[in-house]
């Protein structure tokens, strides 16, 4: 059993990538091999827009043909039992590696319909599970208004279209810095600091459960 995770920031050791590597602990808890992939490391771009996929009869049907350093990973999540994906909020939305790892994992499975009796939706050969983490800078509060959670459900909803099973962990108001005393900045320092301290044990507790959680599932299936 295999569940590959993927890093969408740039940041290898800081709070997206840690609580990856927690996730992959808890699967590995239950038996998985567990592989991180920094997206950053990677030289890629999103979808090209040449509709290979699509081509019916075509050698590339239901894959991206793109070669890049993206498609041996591709190829790759095809035999996985599951993928986690992980991505700081950039903007109001993922980062954009991540977003372009997304359209070229996504895409090439979608097929296009627009009648509830058409075929499924997937083109993807089996049902694996899928988890996302997301983190942000942002306080709960401001996240939910900010609809960051509501793009988190779309997110998710596609996945489970695509993939069969989804869900998301979303963890706010998360500590970036090491010194906030250099950083151009109005947090409540000390406030933030006490969060950490008290919360982030508590993410990285949640993101081992649902490694776990996935790579159970994952083993039911098998």
Request: net charge neutral.
């Amino acid at each position: 059993m295999e569940i590959i995770a993927f890093n969408g920031s740039p940041r290898k050791t800081w709070n997206t990538a840690t609580l990856l590597e927690k996730a992959l602990e808890g699967a590995a808890s239950q038996g998985a091999t567990t592989k991180l992939v920094h997206l950053y490391d990677l030289n890629f771009k999103g979808c090209m827009s040449d509709f290979s996929c699509k081509l019916i009869g075509g050698s590339n049907y239901g894959r991206c043909a793109i070669k890049d350093d993206l498609e041996p990973l591709l190829r790759e999540i095809e035999k996985a039992d599951a993928i986690v994906l992980g991505s700081p909020i950039y903007l109001g939305v993922v980062t954009g590696e991540m977003r372009s790892f997304m359209e070229r994992l996504i895409f090439p499975f979608l097929r296009y319909q627009m009648s509830a009796s058409a075929p499924p939706p997937s083109l993807f050969p089996r049902k694996i599970q899928t988890g996302f983490i997301y983190t942000t800078g942002a306080p709960e509060e401001m996240a939910r208004e900010a609809g960051y959670e509501k793009n988190a459900a779309q997110t998710e909803g596609m996945m489970k279209m695509i993939f069969g099973h989804a869900e998301f962990l979303f963890c706010t108001d998360t500590y970036q810095f090491d010194d906030y005393a250099k950083i151009d900045q109005n947090f409540d320092v000390a406030k933030k600091a006490a969060r950490r301290k008290q919360q982030f044990p508590l993410d990285c507790q949640k993101a081992f459960e649902m490694g776990a959680r996935l790579a159970k599932q994952a083993a039911a299936v098998q």
